[in-house]
Nanobody, 126 residues
Framework: QVQLVESGGGLVQAGGSLRLSCLAS????????MGWFRRAPGKEREFVAG????????IYADSVKGRFTISRDNDRNTVYLQMNGLKSEDTAVYYC???????????????????WGQGTQVTVSS
């Protein structure tokens, strides 16, 4: 079992920045691929960014490339999502997720992730 707890959400003006954190426990963190997803009102949960076990490989949704950065600190059991240049369309509940099978290619599909956090709300005002 893996427990994931997100933090760092909030209300920010368009163009501003936020950094989300996700603290993992219950399993060796460095054995997990990690991902961030989001669900906007009335929409399906969608992939935002992913990172492999070592942090050497990252992948992003086209909608956030160049604005968001995923990173991890395996000593702190934490994955981060730095969000810059926020837009109103980034408003959503953001979830972190763990892939316990640590696939070679960081997955983008929701079904590839086995554990999920409770989510943190990000609201961007225009």
């Amino acid at each position: 079992q893996v427990q994931l707890v997100e933090s760092g959400g909030g209300l920010v003006q368009a163009g501003g920045s936020l950094r989300l954190s996700c603290l993992a426990s219950g399993r060796t963190f460095s054995s997990l691929n990690m991902g961030w997803f989001r669900r906007a009102p009335g929409k399906e949960r969608e992939f935002v960014a992913g990172i492999n076990r070592s942090g050497g490989m990252t992948i992003y949704a086209d909608s956030v490339k160049g604005r968001f950065t995923i990173s991890r600190d395996n000593d702190r059991n934490t994955v981060y999502l730095q969000m810059n240049g926020l837009k109103s369309e980034d408003t959503a509940v953001y979830y972190c997720a763990a892939d316990q099978y640590a696939r070679i290619m960081v997955p983008m599909a929701r079904g590839a992730y086995d554990y999920w956090g409770q989510g943190t709300q990000v609201t961007v005002s225009s």
